[in-house]
């Protein structure tokens, strides 16, 4: 991608539609080598980590893996695709700033069991003043509407917060609870997406994502969060909360 020549199409996209889909941002080869070192992550640093930081849809089935939390805070080789190179300068293209690089994600949803994501903002879960934050959704496999492709709603994030409540999905435990409101499903757009097509959403815009209904398709995808540099976190109330979750989900046996 000829990133010098896009970035002011880009940015104008990003502040209307609230995403922008980068195709082949990854070329086949480095597709390749992310997804080897992300086998790496499993197979070596994953048993370490704390349940609080790896979901499974069934705990006691490592191929029910759906979420890995902070991967760049628990290896060097993450931890550098994410703070360093052509990820963190398009979130500080889009933001207009300097950003904090916040958290790494792996999302999967096995074949059959992968559960949808409801729709959420990731703002709200964030806790920012002001709410200047995105997300980077990597592709690392095929994904369409079968397998639980992303959807945007556009627009959305010139709207402001919905409000959000308790849902009972393992890793999104806040989804909007009044979506869909009347033109939410107008404005909803799904996205399929290639391997190594790079996915940008801002903090506020509405988002969700379908379950994995096919046979014996992975869905698998990096998340990258990155904070605007003005922003302010409530890292107080963002604590207590991932605390409570975890003790209650941790009582619950989920994790
Ligand atoms: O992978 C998904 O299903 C959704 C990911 C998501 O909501 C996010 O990256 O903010």
Redesign the pocket.
Known sequence: MNLVANTSDLSQRFSIDGFVVLPGFLSSIEVTEVKTHVDRFIENVLPNMASSEVFFEDKNNLAALKQIQRMGDHDPWFHSLFTRGRFRQIAELLLDCEVVPKNM?Y?N?PPGTGQP?PP?Q?GYYFMLDPCNAL?M?LALDETDQEN?C?RYVRGSHCKGMRNHARTDTLG?SQGIDDFPDGQDLVNEIAIPAQPGDLLV?HALTI???GGNLSADRT?K?L?F?YYSQNARENAVAHLTYQRKLAAELRSQGRI
């Open positions: 994600q999302f949803k994501t959420h990731d997300t959704w639980g992303v999104f959403h988002h969700r994502a869905r995808a998340g969060i």
